[in-house]
């Protein structure tokens, strides 16, 4: 190849003079034949500016000019790559990406390869079977791949590589099975494959597939169950439920569900603000103050259904793997909201709470009911509800944590006599038989809060005052060792008016900072609150559907 690689650098500032023209010539011989098309386009684009580029032609536009070394054509044809990825074109832009050591473009390819999992395996079946063991077992591996909630769209793409690639040794056939979760796929589902020739001639994948069904049988275990066989893929985020209440003319607050009798469930993780619209739980249910724990990869919502205008307890359970929800047993006594919920072994605990009270010429429910001293301990693998003794003052509207191994309940709301309430600044410590109140009181009496353990204390956070129902802004923490309450944070860290923590809020730890969401007054919002730093910020302002009611509140897990 003879040619100047100097000249056709100097790109149009060059072969573009003013008057008088000068005419370049350049020879190029033994130019690469598939390539020559494309050496044309660069050509023309270099007198003319505009750059014929498509899906089809890229790859060989860019290579030419590799070999010219034009660098602004070369970052054409990565822009266009990188805006027009798509299911008929992933693997091809891997393989070039990898053969230029274009990091940016293989990062995007691959990305999406595990947003649209399903759509690609159709498309590029001949290439997808083609890949490099590894590559599939990073992709089989990957809790960002999303399917549908078709994890058989996993097994089929396993078994086409497999039976594509029938040199491959058993121990990597065997590393292949083990990266598909088979407790996503459905007990039907199961069923069938378990006659395919693909299972049939490997032990791991029988041994695997008989492991699910065994999980699928005893489903009041599942949460419980430690392993990736039923680990959700995708969803590395968090599920907040927004719904909220409505107040009238008469200052009362009556039931008004978001949205024609559903709740929207959005996927919002913390660190890509993407939002994916989830199952909406199917029937109206009145979430002021509802209560919810996180067990694996399931949630349980507590809180009270009006179905038809017939209000009951309901407790409903979310498989985050397969976006399904499930009636479970009710807590047997009357309507009650206002809970507080916590996790203590294989056992779900609903502290406190006040009973609705029905206005039946209005089919609707408001907040006069009474304050009750109730306890109810939910058994997770009976689906079992039993009343325990509890033997402090009735509550509402407190919350609860565990700490070493104990449930702390904080604050909450007392009824005081006069048909009026107070709110409470104490700690009662429960160990599944005993209470103990703490001597050692909050400093400010609060309801609606929020509580979670961080480094082994109790960090309290937002609530209201009952007095004047006013949103506390300020974080109090418990040293159980000392033994003390102290105040982490006051409004004068915590950004003033502009960067509120909300009354009615949810809290989510990860490692060292609580993720608090939703609530009231500052609903949409979004704050961190960083324990070791102790400063928070506030990095986004939520967009709820249009439905939702102006006061929300809202739940969230991380799976």
Known sequence: MEFNYELLSLQMKILRPPPPLYLYIVKIENFHPVLTPSLKEIVSCIYTTRLNVTC??????????????????????????????KPSMCFKYLEFAQKYDIEVLE????????????????????????????????????????????????????????NANENCAERDVNEIVGHIRFGLISPMELSRIMHDDFVESNG??????????????????????????????????????PNGIQETDENELFYDVAGDGEAPLLIFPPHTYDREQLTPLGIPVVYESMSSVKIGNFLFVFGVDNNEYQYHNCTKRYDASTNVWQD???????????????????YIYLLGGYSVRIDQAYNKWNASGEICSNLYRYS??????????IYISPFAHASAAILR???????????????????????????????????????????????????????????????????LILIEVYDPVANQWSIASSSGNLGG????????ASVMKEDDTLHIVGGTPYLADYVRYHVAENIISHPIYIQLPESCDRNVFARLIVQ
């Open 204 to 241: 791991k994948c029988q041994e695997m597939i008989e492991e699910a069904m065994r999980y699928h049988t005893n489903m009041n275990s599942q949460p419980f169950y430690e392993g990736t066989l039923n680990k959700p893929r995708g969803k590395s985020g968090w599920m907040i439920i």
């Open 380 to 389: 997770v693998e009976r689906n079992s509800w039993t009343r325990c003794p």
């Open 56 to 85: 089809e032609n890229v790859i060989d536009i860019f290579s030419a000019a590799h070999i010219c070394q034009l660098g602004f054509i070369q970052d054409r044809c990565r822009t266009f790559m990188l805006e027009n990825i």
């Open 328 to 346: 479970l047993k009710p807590v047997p006594r009357k309507p009650t909201i206002g809970t507080c919920a916590v996790q203590r072994g294989k």
């Open 107 to 162: 990062q995007a390819t691959e990305s999406y390869v595990l947003r649209n999992f399903p759509e690609v395996v159709e498309e590029e079946k001949d290439m997808f079977v083609s890949i490099s063991h590894e590559a599939l077992c990073q992709y089989l591996s990957s809790d960002e791949l999303r399917n549908e909630y078709k994890e058989i769209v996993v097994y089929q793409a396993a078994k086409d590589w497999v």
């Open 497 to 504: 008016d502009e960067t509120s923590i909300s009354f009615g």
């Open 405 to 471: 191994g104990n449930i702390y309940i904080t604050g909450g709301l007392q009824n005081c006599g006069d048909n009026s309430v107070s709110a409470l600044n104490w700690t009662v410590a429960y160990d599944g038989k005993h209470y103990k109140e703490l001597k050692r009181e909050m400093h400010f009496a609060k309801c609606q809060h929020i509580s979670e353990v961080v480094q082994d204390k109790l960090y309290v956070v937002g609530g209201r005052s009952a007095d004047d129902n006013r949103a």
